[in-house]
């Protein structure tokens, strides 16, 4: 009977560490339901500290918000990571108005400029517009119809695809690289369709780039309603007139810093753990969720860990990046003092997509630490988490790969993100509680399971 | 060679099937992205007809605007099913306060009547308050403590719990049947706790019923964070005076309609599929989620089939339910007449969780109908749909079980319906465009497999 015995006592081993770790979620689950701090945390970040866009007094505030919340609550240390970043102004209110047209009188539109663009003054630009959905279509008309015109881009994002991350993927080389595109045939501005999932009648700013040696043109977004209004327009009148004016500029480089907490690990010699989001926002909105809902997520993980009791082996970090919006700074910066210090990473987790409820995780693409992670779907499922399809991790995490760190991303529901991303709607009372709380549980549970048992 | 030829063909027709499936479903859901009518159905709906308790006159607009928009649809029949319906009236706004107390000032709290109830009149009522959590604790208090006393019954919704539903299940006693439970000990008033996931400042509705031969007393429910308010009073000063006045009342029945939407199947011996929701709605707020949502899913699941060009083998209803909310007539009364009639359903959908991100279905609980609907999950699991565990339909269907029919539920996302359900804020603004159409689509697909395969 020795062999049944032996597979009788496997069999008993494996239910009990599968048991203890049931265990072990559920009051991770149950703490943050019950006795969440997420929802009052992400309160104080965005109402109290208000617009943080890098390099603005508000991203200083949320900056020492950060410090104190993870002191006060008994991280083992807590410091600031210095890091210059681009500061970059939006300045007065933006126009942007049919001035002048065969079919229609004045029209004004809801637009804002993109981030990182040159402002047009109060001299403003006032010039006929050329409405394109492509690259390739700007290439065709090429400089003779564009030179001296407004570069319109209106492909929408495609609404058919169920994750709205990627529909805009699909659509956002337009705010990127427009400007400098539409530079090249001689354009004198653009004017870019709000990356929005459906027709508002408000904005999306998002960071834009000019590439070296192209003339810097000045770029705006309009509302998603008001660029189809503006295309009806000028399917009636392709002569007419659109007069914009932006108030923004580039300053010099700001100091600001990333803000780091750490629970230190029982054994020195494993790596470590890193949980995060940015505290930088747009300057529209609250930045609820760009990305205060990640910044929480990553603080109230470690919290909810320290209050079931749970001890790890490894040190876990909750880090605050600043500066992901509109330069990565921060992401950069830690990637590079890990490797100066020689902290040795064992995986990055990033959120970034919003305090919706969840849905899964990206999984790190290295073939064994993702079946690792799929593995754990089973004791992961019971709180709606089901979805390990996609591979990679976030932006401000992006920077360790080359260090060897697994990267793996908490995706929540997409489907309400793309109605406030960088718009003046990203607020606070756009967050639902229970939604919040349970992202945060959701970080913690992947903590665990990777602290307990690596990623090999 | 025939084995493997015969194989091959088989495994080549299965393929085919699965990939013309996949096919109609992706059609499904990309017409109601692309083109979907829920959202402006349902702000019209919610804003155009306006609160619709039973018997109201904006009930009466909601089963017109049914009518019309289904007509308008080209559905092959509309008709007016009628029934009568209980008809109660909030009258003017409620009070509640405590009006004497030796550690506190009067203090008011946000209250309303819970429906059904009797009123207090404009003479009120002023007493003291006695605090329970359960009817076991209030049996054991008996009569010499509660007589004459107003009952407070504040036992929260476990937070714990993922399924809000079950929450509200764990809760929902006090609700429904407080008032009955109380006046047996010679109470003169009930204040609940609002069935409410979170700390809220205003109150929930919704029904309650008087046991026969109990005498009838007010009952009105409280803000979740009033009664955490109220219950701190309490502890500091037990014989506080607390004043409650409302002015609800029952009128007698007035008559109203359930409202039918067909497609003809072209297989006139088989069976019929209903999909509904249901039109009634509590009259504090508009009735989005709860269950407008579910009204507006129905007729585009509908019109989604006729607009991607699907011939269904099955007769197709939708039908909009009047009375779910204190009566269930209108439910009752599809039932009666589908047995008078000699109409053989075979399934019956309902949506009545709010119009949130898909999560999946309720199963039949047949063991043969129920592994048939899970069989279709993979098909499914691209938009979300990744939760068939739970078993049974809804209310409004419910009076179907007894004439052999499978029963059906969407199940959305239930972390924010708790945070409306019958209060003022359940307002359409309070809907996502893309959950909501998302919904409806969901609707479409399970009514698409269950025409196309059965349920046997």
């Given at each position: 009977m020795r062999i049944p015995t032996i597979l009788s006592f496997i069999i008993t081993a494996t239910l009990a560490v599968a048991q203890s770790d049931e265990a072990t979620i559920k009051k991770i689950f149950d703490e943050a339901l019950a006795r969440g701090q997420s929802y009052d945390m992400l309160r104080q970040l965005t109402?109290?500290?208000?617009?943080?866009?890098?390099?603005?007094p508000a991203a200083a505030a949320a900056v020492e918000w950060s410090r104190q919340t993870m002191q006060a609550f008994r991280f083992d240390t807590v410091w600031l990571q210095p890091v210059l970043v681009p500061h970059w102004v939006r300045g007065k209110k933006e126009i942007g108005k049919v001035v002048q047209s065969r079919t229609s009188g004045t029209r004004e539109f809801a637009v804002c400029a993109l981030g990182g663009s040159v402002g047009t003054g109060t001299a403003g630009i006032a010039a006929g517009v050329i409405e394109v959905k492509t690259f390739d279509e700007l290439k065709q008309l090429g400089?003779?119809?564009?030179?001296g015109k407004i570069v319109f881009f209106n492909r929408a994002?495609?609404?058919?695809?169920?994750n709205t991350f990627a529909a805009y993927g699909g659509a956002v080389d337009q705010r990127a690289n427009g400007a400098s595109e539409a530079a090249k045939y001689g354009a004198v501005a653009v004017i870019v369709r709000s990356m929005g999932s459906n027709l508002e009648d408000y904005p999306h700013t998002g960071s834009m780039r000019y590439q070296p040696n192209v003339p810097q043109i000045p770029a705006i977004a309009i509302a998603t309603r008001h660029a189809e209004e503006l295309s009806k327009l000028l399917a009636a009148d392709a002569q007419l007139q659109f007069y914009m004016e932006t108030h923004c500029q580039t300053l010099p480089d700001a100091p600001s810093f990333n803000v780091v907490g750490e629970i230190r690990g029982t054994d020195p010699a494993q790596e470590y753990i890193v949980a995060g989001g940015h505290l930088d926002a747009w300057?529209?909105?609250?930045?609820a969720h760009d990305d205060g809902a990640g910044c929480v997520h990553a603080i109230e993980a470690l919290r909810l860990l320290k209050a079931i009791g749970y001890t790890p082996k490894r040190t876990l970090r909750a880090v605050m990046y600043m500066n992901e919006e509109n330069g990565l700074r921060g992401g950069l910066e830690y990637a590079r003092q890990a490797q100066l210090l020689k902290e040795k990473h064992l995986a990055a987790i990033e959120s970034?997509?919003?305090?919706?409820t969840p849905r899964g995780y990206t999984v790190p693409t290295d073939a064994v630490a993702k079946q690792k992670v799929r593995s754990w779907q089973p004791l992961l499922?019971?709180?709606?988490?089901?979805?390990?399809?996609q591979e990679g991790g976030g932006a401000d995490i992006?920077?360790?790969?080359?260090?060897?760190v697994h990267l793996l991303g908490f995706v929540p529901d997409?489907?309400?993100y793309f109605d406030y991303h960088?718009?003046?709607?990203?607020?606070?009372?756009?967050?639902?509680k229970r939604e919040l709380e349970l992202g945060s549980a959701s970080m913690a549970a992947i903590i665990y399971l990777i602290d307990k048992y690596g990623l090999k």
């Open positions: 109402q109290d500290a208000g617009p943080r866009l890098s390099g603005s400089e003779k119809a564009v030179r994002m495609d609404p058919t695809r169920m300057d529209l909105g609250e930045g970034d997509r919003g305090g919706f499922e019971p709180y709606g988490l089901t979805d390990f399809s992006g920077p360790l790969a080359g260090q060897g997409s489907q309400r960088h718009t003046a709607e990203d607020t606070f009372d756009k967050v639902s």
